[in-house]
């Protein structure tokens, strides 16, 4: 599961920040097209300097990103590089993908809702799941030592 989260969550960061690819995917290029034709001329270009600024302050960790996306998960690298995956760090982009949403949010629809909302499920989609894994790993621990114990109790020939 947590390899699995991990090659999901870059892969998805990935694709929103690639520039120039993936126009139907849910990426940053995709939705900025989308807008293109829906906003005037001047507000379409504002709102795509903001985003574009917003995603300048995180360019190190968009890079970074993209390079384990392509040598990590969707490529493997002969022989593997060690880096070092800082989660604030990563946290930092997914924060950076809400402001961006809220921004085109607010030009769109006047809207004021921000996505810190997928951000609370996600937090509580992962404790469900790491609670589960939890009480599953204590009945199996309570298993083996039940078992062990019943064996290790039986008379011996």
């Known amino acids: 599961i947590i390899i699995s989260s991990y090659e999901s969550f870059v892969t998805d960061l990935a694709v929103f920040f690639d520039a120039g690819k993936y126009e139907t995917s849910f990426s940053l290029t995709k939705v900025l097209s989308v807008f293109?034709?829906?906003l005037s001329e001047e507000q379409f270009a504002k709102l795509r300097d903001d985003v574009l600024a917003i995603k300048n302050r995180h360019g190190v960790q968009i890079?970074?990103?993209?390079?384990?996306?392509?040598?990590?998960v969707s490529h493997k690298e002969?022989?593997?590089?060690?880096?070092?995956?800082?989660?604030?760090?990563?946290?930092?982009?997914?924060?950076?993908?809400?402001e961006i949403l809220d921004r085109i949010s607010l030009e769109y629809d006047r809207s004021t809702t921000t996505?810190?909302?997928?951000?609370?499920?996600?937090k509580q989609d992962l404790n469900l799941i790491i609670?589960?894994?939890n009480r599953g790993e204590k009945l199996r621990i309570d298993e083996m030592n039940s078992k062990w114990l019943v064996e290790s109790n039986a008379p011996q020939n």
């Open 36 to 38: 293109s034709i829906q």
């Open 63 to 72: 890079a970074f990103i993209l390079e384990l996306r392509n040598k990590e």
């Open 78 to 98: 002969i022989v593997p590089t060690k880096r070092v995956l800082v989660f604030s760090e990563i946290e930092e982009l997914f924060k950076a993908v809400q």
């Open 115 to 122: 996505w810190k909302h997928v951000e609370d499920g996600v």
């Open 131 to 133: 609670d589960n894994l």
